[in-house]
């Protein structure tokens, strides 16, 4: 498989498959990156940093990430892009380089696409929690289609709802088995109903 050439945007956050990112975009080489890939109709990579920060110099990102495609912009003050995105697909890394206006580009490698699982009845939980959140936040907070019956569209959507610390995330985007992350976001969902109780 020939290997994919994308810019990264490396966050302080872990995209998954299917959700919504939305991002401010202010830096020059983020800007020429938003315009080239608008320009294209190409995706970016989002990937959690693993040292550095968001801002200033280049950060080190994780290995693996997730491409982004812009599904909306607007500028209502200058020099501020606010850009709406949608997680595509998972991808490795092969090797990056940055470049001299500090933005990093990579080689990747696109990981096989989950197929969507029936879900099983002992998660069933899982998917009546996100069904609350639609219902107490109102559609936007996910994509339409909403499915609820996927395991691999439920696993992603708990993934990025619930307050686990961000490497913890990132394993969990990094996993292949749609049901071990969900059997893992059980846990984490029942040890905080203990705990709370």
Same mark, same amino acid.
């Given at each position: 498989m020939t290997p994919l050439r994308? $810019? %990264?945007f490396p966050l302080n956050t872990v995209l998954f498959p299917?959700?919504?990112? $939305? %991002?401010?975009?202010?830096e020059a080489r983020y800007m020429d990156m938003t315009r080239d890939c608008m320009k294209n109709a190409a995706p970016f990579g989002v990937c959690l940093i693993r040292e550095g920060r968001e801002v200033g110099a280049p950060a080190t990102p994780e290995s693996i990430g997730c491409l982004a495609q812009i599904t909306d912009w607007d500028m209502r003050q200058l020099g501020l892009l606010q850009l709406k995105t949608q997680g595509v697909q998972r991808f490795r890394i092969q090797d990056r380089e940055t470049g001299a206006n500090g933005l990093i580009s990579a080689n990747v490698e696109l990981l096989t696409v989950e197929a969507p699982l029936q879900l099983p009845e002992q998660f069933a939980g899982c998917a009546r929690l996100l069904q609350r959140v639609v219902k107490e936040q109102g559609t936007q907070v996910f994509e339409e289609p909403h499915r609820f019956d996927d395991a691999v569209w439920v696993s992603y959507r708990l993934s990025e709802i619930l307050p686990v610390p961000m490497p913890a995330r990132q394993q969990l985007l990094e996993l292949t088995d749609t049901l071990a992350r969900l059997a893992i976001l059980q846990q984490f969902l029942g040890q905080r109903v203990l705990s709370s109780g």
């Open positions: 994308i $810019p %990264l299917g959700g919504l990112l $939305p %991002l401010r975009v202010f």
